[in-house]
């Protein structure tokens, strides 16, 4: 089991850039895939990217590809999310989350065994 802690939610302005931090523990790092989820009240989580433990392969939900990138630093057990021209209807919590062994392409939360308690993103208009 890893342990995961989000940072780097807060208030921002439509159009703006925020950076999302998950720092892991207990298993190691590097033998995790991971990705990031987001959760508007009310509605199902949805998933937003991911990527493979050893940071070569990544993917992303069509509605953030070429806004959004996710990023990890094994050294640092920690992996990011980089969210360029945010939308109103961006504002969600975000969770990270990790899989023992993600098959490419899965966007079910399902897959994933591990997360974290997520971190408030909201975008003002």
């Known amino acids: 089991q890893v342990q995961l802690v989000e940072s780097g939610g807060g208030l921002v302005q439509a159009g703006g850039s925020l950076r999302l931090s998950c720092l892991a523990s207990?298993?190691?790092?590097?033998?995790?895939?991971m990705g990031w989820f987001r959760q508007v009240p009310g509605k199902e989580r949805e998933f937003v990217a991911a990527?493979?433990?050893?940071?070569?392969?990544?993917y992303y939900a069509d509605s953030v590809k070429g806004r959004f990138t996710i990023s990890r630093d094994n050294a640092k057990n920690t992996v990011y999310l980089q969210m360029n021209r945010l939308k109103p209807e961006e504002s969600a919590v975000y969770y990270c989350?990790?899989?023992?062994?993600?098959?490419?392409?899965?966007?079910?939360?399902?897959?994933?065994?591990?997360w974290g308690h997520g971190t408030q993103v909201t975008v003002s208009s």
């Open positions: 989350a990790a899989a023992r062994m993600l098959k490419y392409g899965s966007t079910r939360q399902e897959d994933f065994g591990s």
């Open positions: 207990g298993r190691t790092f590097s033998s995790v895939d």
């Open positions: 990527i493979s433990r050893t940071g070569a392969g990544t």
